[in-house]
């Protein structure tokens, strides 16, 4: 269902009718309408974060896209398996969803940050979207050259015991 921002910003003006002083009346009107692109913008945002929040929720199996279309906002359920591989998930553990602490040079941060930002998705999400894809890819390599599923991983990749 879409979402009228022009609604909101036409909301204000019912006030406009306890005004009895004609002067005031028309001076608050045009500061209404002045005001309007403001309060709409403000709405546009704190919809953006309400999502993005929700995306963090969501993740890493679907997120919600905001879409404006004029004034109107409407809300889009994308299924990131749908995004991946041609609907193909890569699922870990089942349905479970692990913490990982993930460490990597500011510079880097900074780059996925913004490239998650341009796909309207949460850095988490963004990351994971990028590892699943990964994932997929090596699999389909190893199978097109016949190497193994899963090789025994070389010492250098396996962290010390702590």
Known sequence: MPLDLRKIVDAQKKALALVENPERREALERFLESSGPLVESAVRDA???????????????SRIRLVQEGSKMVAEVVLLSDEIGKGRTVLIDGDTVSKVLLRMPSEVKARATEAAQ????????????VLERAVVNLRERRQRTGQPEDPEPAPEDVDPPR
């Open 47 to 61: 919809l953006h974060e309400m999502v993005e929040d929700m995306n963090a929720q969501l993740a890493p199996y």
């Open 118 to 129: 341009r796909a309207g998705t949460s850095l988490n999400s963004w990351t994971v979207t």
